[in-house]
């Protein structure tokens, strides 16, 4: 459903959905740009460009940072980047919705729009359940996320710091920021299992999409869930064993991360660790810029597939991967259906599918191609911070801290595309006109 707005001649403005909550979005990174560089905000001054970009990492739950978190804000700004994040990986439309739930006001029909849109829905059936679903999980999670770090973090900082440490880190991980107090992140704690649990738990379920969370709550066995549950459970488990597996096998040696660690219990927990975050969310218990290459490939390719739809992490997620590989074998096999676990996927979503990754191709390659003109640092360093602002992923090589004024816009620009949905930008760029002329068809040779 469009929205209008009156111009100056009093002329409706018709506003998409999509366009709408990009704006709103927008918005909110401003505001929290302007509260960010306020003196009670920070523990010494920052610039506008600082406090922009940080509002940005945190509105699209990234987790880049040109300053650090932990010395660079006070309590006050720090509490201002979590409740940002909170926003921003809930969604602002679900925020409001809940707002309303609670306060016992009707949700409209535009609002319902706006939810569809937000929690990237095809259907306005079953859109407040799903809010109060999301209510349930986040309050849950986060809650019980923090009960667990207490055990870590109290002990090395006291009651006081070490429960804002536990609660500014679970919301962080459910939310898929990254975002960490430390400078080094989660790397103190390497060898910690109440953090190599807690943590991937947390993205681990923030990232699976609310959708997926709502069928499993509702049927609470593997024969009744969606065809898109079934696809985003097996494809998540499929990545995490091939990343995890991966990494170990690809770092077990390599003296700057796991070859450090002489236990091999401590090897595995880092690569589950390292592996299942990748996707998803920039924390780390290793140096990332002292990872071989070909881990840095395999990185940049999970950051790219990302999680899931309706989940507070980005990329072009892992359902349009799977579509893709089904859609690439059922050309081999000659089938013109895609068919997965007894149900068939329309023509629609494939073509969604198609328009989604060309759309993510030529934005992570527009901003690689900008990026390099400005940067003369190492090619790999200036594709894996590309890659990881476009999947609000916040793992970085080292190169945040080193971008200039451009490289920062480009950054800000593929985080915010990454976080709204790189389908948004194909909204902005095409207008939905009904083919009034049908021409025959005709041969393109293609390969």
Request: charged residues 10%; contains cysteine; proline residues 4%.
């Amino acid at each position: 459903m469009p929205f209008y707005f009156p111009n100056r001649t009093g002329k409706l403005i018709r506003i998409p959905p999509p366009l709408l909550l990009a704006i709103l979005y927008l918005a909110l990174i401003l505001i929290g740009a302007v509260v960010l560089v306020l003196p009670i905000a920070v523990t010494h001054p920052i610039s506008f460009s600082d406090a922009l970009f940080t509002a940005t990492s945190a509105v699209t739950v990234t987790g880049l940072a040109v300053v650090d978190t932990g010395s660079s804000f006070t309590l006050f700004g720090q509490a201002m980047i979590l409740i940002l994040i909170q926003l921003g990986g809930l969604g602002l439309m679900t925020f409001a919705a809940l707002v309303l739930s609670a306060l016992g006001l009707p949700i409209g029909l535009r609002h319902h729009s706006f939810l569809r849109e937000d929690l990237n829905q095809t259907s306005l059936h079953q859109l407040v359940g799903l809010v109060k679903t999301i209510l349930a999980v986040v309050l849950f999670c986060e809650l019980i996320g923090s009960i667990l770090l207490l055990t870590v973090f109290v002990p090395d900082f006291g009651w006081a710091r070490g429960t804002w440490f536990a609660v500014f880190h679970s919301v962080s991980a459910f939310n898929n920021a990254g975002f960490a107090l430390m400078p080094d992140s989660l790397s103190r704690w390497a060898t910690n299992p109440v953090i190599n649990l807690t943590i991937p738990a947390l993205l681990l379920i923030g990232g699976i999409g609310f959708s997926v969370i709502s069928d499993l709550w509702i049927h609470r066995g593997w024969r009744h869930l969606s065809l898109h549950s079934k696809l985003m459970l097996t494809g998540s488990a499929i990545l995490i064993v091939w990343s995890v597996t991966m990494f170990a096998i690809l770092e077990w040696y390599n003296p700057d991360t796991l070859g450090a660690f002489a236990n091999p219990i401590d090897k595995l927990q880092i690569s589950w660790f390292q592996g299942l975050t990748t996707r998803t969310a920039g924390f780390n218990t290793v140096d990332i810029g002292s990872i071989h290459d070909t881990t840095a490939l395999m990185f940049i390719l999970l950051m790219v597939i990302g999680a899931g739809s309706t989940s507070t992490a980005g990329g072009i997620k892992v359902t349009t991967f799977i579509v893709l590989v089904l859609a690439t074998i059922a050309f081999f096999k000659r089938h013109n259906q895609l068919h997965a676990f007894g149900r068939s996927i329309g023509l629609e979503e494939v073509m969604k599918v198609l328009a989604l990754t060309m759309i993510s191709m030529f934005v992570v390659m527009t901003g690689i191609f900008l990026i390099t003109v400005s940067h003369d640092g190492d090619f790999l360093d200036l594709v894996f911070e590309v890659t990881s602002a476009f999947g609000t992923v916040g793992l970085s090589r080292g190169t945040t801290g080193e971008l200039d004024t451009l490289g920062r816009i480009v950054i800000e620009l593929i985080m915010f595309i990454g976080r709204v949905g790189p389908l948004t930008l194909g909204f902005f760029l095409a207008r939905r006109v009904p083919p009034r002329i049908s021409y025959p068809s005709s041969q393109v040779y293609l390969g």
